[in-house]
C-alpha cells in the first residue's frame, strides 16, 4: 500500500472530527450577542412581576348584565389592598356606546370574591370612566377619565364618597396649555412630596407631568416618554395603567394594540426605568395570552397578582416553578 494510500483512513477521520466540532459552534458570534442582550434584558425584570398564569375561576368580578346599572363593565378599573380587605372601584354603564359611564364600588376578603356596594352607582350624575386610586395620609385621590376622555381628580375620605376637584390642568414645558382633545387613562405616582403625572393622548403614546399643588402639572418633555412599538403587541396603540417600584426601578404596567383599525386586540405589558422618563419595555412581552388589558399588579402579603380589567375582572397568579 502506497504512503498517500495509507493517509486517506485519517483524512477522512479528521474530516469527521473537523465536521462535529463545526457544527457545534455558533455560524458567527452575532446571535449569541443578540442572545445574550435579551437574556440580560429579562433578568432586570423580575419573574415576580413578569412571570404569571391564569387563576382557575377567571372571571372573579364581571358586569352584573341586563337589568342592571353595570350591564357592562368596561377600561381600567383599580384594586386597593388595605390591611385584610381589597378594595375595588370600577366602570359600569348601560352597554350602549351612549351611555354615561359610571362609578361602582366592591369589597372582597381575598380579592376573589365580592360583594357590591349598596349604593352604586356612587356618582350616578357624573361620567367616570378608567380610573386609578392613591391613598396619601387621610385622602384617597381618584385619577380617572371624565367625558370626552378629560382627565379628572376626585377626591374621598372614606373609599365610597368622592368629590369632583375638575378636569387636570397640564401644561407644556413653557408652561401653556396642552393643545385641546382627549388626554385620558391617567396615571398617577407620589413620590418625595412631588406628584408624577402619566396619561395617553388618542392612545398613541405615554407623557409624563410632575405638580406640588395637583393644580398646576407641567410636562418634563413635550413628547412622549413612551412611544409606540417596536414590537408588533403594541404598535399602533399604547396606555400605561400602573407604577410599581422595586429597589431603585420603576416599573410601568401598560396597555398596547397592534392591531391598526377597530375592533382591536388587546395586550398587557410591562417597561421599567430608574427615572420615569427613560423605558426599557421588557422582551417578554405580551405577558398573558389573549385580548387582555388594563392590567395592575396588587400585592397580596406574600406575592404580586395581576389583575386584567377590560371587559371583565381576570386574576393571574405567579407561576410555580
Known amino acids: 500500500m502506497s504512503l498517500r494510500a ?3 483512513p485519517l483524512a477522512a477521520v479528521l474530516v469527521i472530527l473537523a465536521a462535529i466540532v463545526w457544527g457545534m459552534l ?3 458570534p452575532l446571535p449569541l450577542s443578540i442572545e445574550a442582550d435579551t437574556i440580560e434584558q429579562a433578568a432586570d425584570f423580575p419573574a415576580e412581576l413578569v412571570d404569571f398564569m391564569p387563576g ?3 372571571p372573579v368580578f364581571a358586569a352584573a348584565g341586563p337589568g342592571h346599572w353595570d350591564v357592562k363593565i368596561r377600561e381600567r378599573g383599580w384594586i386597593l389592598r388595605e390591611g385584610e380587605t381589597y378594595h375595588l372601584w370600577y366602570t359600569g354603564y348601560d352597554g350602549t356606546r351612549e351611555g354615561i359611564r359610571q362609578l361602582g364600588y366592591a369589597t372582597s376578603p381575598d380579592g376573589l370574591h365580592w360583594t357590591r356596594h349598596p349604593d352604586n352607582p356612587l356618582l350616578p350624575e357624573q361620567w ?5 386610586v392613591i391613598r396619601d395620609g387621610d385622602t384617597y385621590y381618584m385619577f380617572a377619565e371624565g367625558r370626552n376622555d378629560q382627565a379628572q381628580l376626585l377626591t374621598s375620605k372614606d373609599r365610597v364618597h368622592w368629590n369632583r376637584e375638575g378636569t387636570l390642568d397640564i401644561r407644556l414645558t413653557n408652561g401653556e396649555p396642552i393643545k385641546p382633545g382627549p388626554f385620558g387613562t391617567p396615571t398617577a405616582w407620589l413620590e418625595n412630596g412631588i406628584w408624577y403625572l402619566f396619561y395617553e393622548r388618542m392612545d398613541l403614546g405615554v407623557w409624563l407631568a410632575t405638580s406640588k399643588d395637583m393644580k398646576v402639572w407641567t410636562l418634563v418633555q413635550d413628547e412622549p416618554v413612551i412611544v409606540l412599538g417596536p414590537g408588533d403587541y403594541d404598535k399602533y396603540m399604547i396606555a400605561l ?3 410599581v417600584k422595586r429597589g431603585d426601578v420603576y416599573f410601568a404596567y401598560y396597555h398596547g394594540s397592534g392591531d391598526k383599525m377597530a375592533p ?4 398587557t405589558n410591562v417597561a421599567r426605568s430608574t427615572d420615569l422618563v427613560h423605558w426599557e419595555k421588557y422582551p417578554g412581552n405580551p405577558l398573558v395570552d389573549g385580548n387582555k388589558s388594563s392590567g395592575i399588579v396588587v400585592f397580596d402579603g406574600r406575592q404580586y397578582r395581576l389583575y386584567t380589567m377590560h371587559d371583565q375582572v381576570d386574576v393571574y397568579f405567579l407561576r410555580k416553578k
Do not use: F, K
Request: net charge negative.
Open 26 to 28: 455558533p455560524p458567527s
Open 241 to 243: 395603567n400602573q407604577i
Open 264 to 267: 382591536r386586540a388587546w395586550t
Open 128 to 132: 367616570v370612566e378608567d380610573m386609578m
Open 6 to 8: 495509507s493517509l486517506w
Open 56 to 58: 382557575p375561576d377567571n
